[in-house]
């Protein structure tokens, strides 16, 4: 056999591989969302520079801006067994950040700055008023930076298991540009996000890292998640490029050590790394006040959510309009 016919071969399996990969991922998208769990009636847009956003307003009373976790399988979908429970002492807001949920997914490097730019934008140009927020888990960091730059926007801030400040301000090495070119490739790309976004592999990281009880991880929270990881087909990924390269990079040390705003932290008693984070946390400002909700994890508002409502009416408080 000559070196063309081999060339020829290699080529035609070639192509045939990648077809099938792409059939393939194809298949995972269009099966992950076809349940429609996280679809809401009560949706809103905000026509925002970068994309639309998705948000919802639920309730009468102060305003509480509910900011979930900076993730690919994460919504607002994060709050929903304690919306409705805090929507009879609050305006409620909650929204997908971009990139996540059923917001635009645009292609493009997300990076801390970004996102609070657009917390300002949504409070600016949506709620009209000043604040308090509830922010979860890899969200947090940039969150107080938004509250640094812009304190009047924010009243109360309550963190939910706040991302790590050391491990927030870890920034892309030599071979981020390597993993963003190769997670962002069309088809390759896509495999590589579907696998790490399998839906056994969010069940596994629920039961052994996000949940105390794992009963709690049943099918409806696992097909939840593994939609949110697939809505819009593909372009899910490039937030998830984003965080896998480091381009979240937030350095909010010094707006935790400074800010004026009441700042308080709620834990789940039983995850270890939240509660070290905490205590990072008010070491930088000992006047962060921090609480721990027992037989729970990374989602107390799922595990226990009427510990956690009882927790966020005690932290809220009333409007102050933006002037």
């Known amino acids: 056999m000559n070196k063309w016919k081999k060339i020829g071969i290699a080529a035609a399996l070639g192509t045939m591989t990648f077809s099938a990969a792409h059939i393939i991922n194809k298949l995972i998208f269009s099966s992950a969302v076809s349940k429609n769990i996280t679809e809401n009636n009560e ?59 059923h917001s635009d997914k645009p ?19 949506v709620m009209h008023k000043k604040t308090d927020i509830v922010v979860h888990g890899n969200s947090a960091p940039m969150t107080i930076i938004a509250a640094y730059i812009n304190p009047y926007l924010f009243g109360n801030i309550i963190l939910v298991n706040p991302q790590d400040i050391k491990k927030a301000m870890k920034s892309p090495d030599k071979k981020s540009e390597i993993r963003r070119f190769l997670l962002n490739s069309p088809i390759i790309g896509t495999l590589i996000y579907n696998i790490c976004m399998r839906r056994e592999k969010i069940r596994a990281d629920f039961i052994t890292k ?18 949110n990881a697939h809505l819009m087909g593909s372009s899910t990924k490039y937030l998830f490029t984003s965080t896998q390269c480091n381009y979240l990079t937030a350095s909010a040390a010094k707006a935790v050590s400074e800010l004026n705003n009441n700042i308080y ?56 309009t933006i002037k």
């Open 107 to 125: 292609n493009i490097t997300y990076t801390a700055y970004m996102y609070t730019q657009m917390l300002q934008d949504f409070i600016v140009n």
């Open 265 to 320: 932290i709620i834990t789940g008693k039983q995850d270890r790394d939240a509660c070290i984070a905490a205590e990072e946390y008010k070491t930088l400002n000992p006047s962060i006040e921090v609480v721990s909700i027992d037989k729970a994890k990374y989602y107390p508002q799922i595990e226990q959510p009427l510990g956690f409502v009882k927790n966020i009416r005690l932290f809220t408080s009333v409007p102050c």
């Open 43 to 101: 949706e809103k847009i905000y026509e925002w520079k970068f994309g639309n956003i998705s948000y919802t307003v639920r309730g009468k009373g102060s305003p509480l801006l509910l900011i979930h976790d900076l993730q690919s399988i994460s919504s607002s979908y994060d709050w929903n067994k304690i919306v409705n429970i805090l929507s009879r002492d609050h305006e409620v807001y909650t929204l997908d950040l971009l990139g996540c949920g």
């Open 210 to 227: 996000y949940l105390y009880n794992r009963k709690n991880a049943n099918d409806t929270l696992i097909n939840a998640y593994h939609e």
